[in-house]
C-alpha cells in the first residue's frame, strides 16, 4: 500500500510540474490494467450487460500488468523522487542524496523510515505500523 501511494504521489506531482492538464477524455483512470500481447494475436472480448464483468479469449500467451505495476516499472515508485519533488531539488541531486533506493529495496531502515515518513498521506499514517517509522 505504501508503495503504490508513493508512485500515486510521485505520478501527480510529476504531472503537476509538466503543468499536464489533460482534457476527462485523455485521463487514465486508476486504478486500470494493461494487456500485453504479439501482435498476431486474436482476442474476443465479451462485456455483461450490466458492464461489471468483462471476458477476454487470447489465441496466444498474454500478459497482464496493473496500475501499480505499471507505475512501478515506470520508477514512480521510488521515493527519492518524492523527496526531490517535496525540496525542489533536481533528479542528479536527489538520487545522489538517497542513493536512488525504492520503497521496497533494502536500504537502512532509520533511511527507509524517514523517506517514508515524509511521503505518506496523512490519511494513511495510522494504517502503517508504528515500527516501520523507527
Same mark, same amino acid.
Given at each position: 500500500m505504501l508503495t503504490r501511494s508513493v508512485s500515486y504521489h510521485n505520478l501527480v506531482e510529476k504531472n503537476k510540474a509538466a503543468g499536464v492538464r489533460p482534457n476527462a477524455d485523455d485521463k487514465i483512470p486508476i486504478p486500470f490494467v494493461v494487456v500485453n500481447t504479439d501482435s498476431k494475436t486474436r482476442v474476443e472480448v465479451e462485456i455483461s450487460e450490466n458492464r461489471s464483468d468483462v471476458f477476454f479469449k487470447f489465441s496466444q500467451p498474454f500478459e497482464i500488468h496493473d496500475y501499480s505495476e505499471v507505475l512501478r516499472r515506470m520508477d514512480m515508485h521510488r521515493?527519492?523522487?518524492?523527496?526531490? !519533488?517535496? !525540496?525542489g531539488e533536481s533528479s542528479a541531486a536527489a538520487a545522489s542524496a538517497s542513493g536512488g533506493e525504492s520503497a521496497d529495496s533494502a536500504s537502512s531502515a532509520a533511511d527507509d523510515a524517514a523517506r517514508l515518513k515524509g511521503v505518506v498521506p496523512e490519511h494513511l499514517v495510522p494504517f502503517v505500523p508504528p515500527c516501520v517509522f523507527g
Open positions: 521515493v527519492d523522487l518524492a523527496e526531490k !519533488r517535496m !525540496r
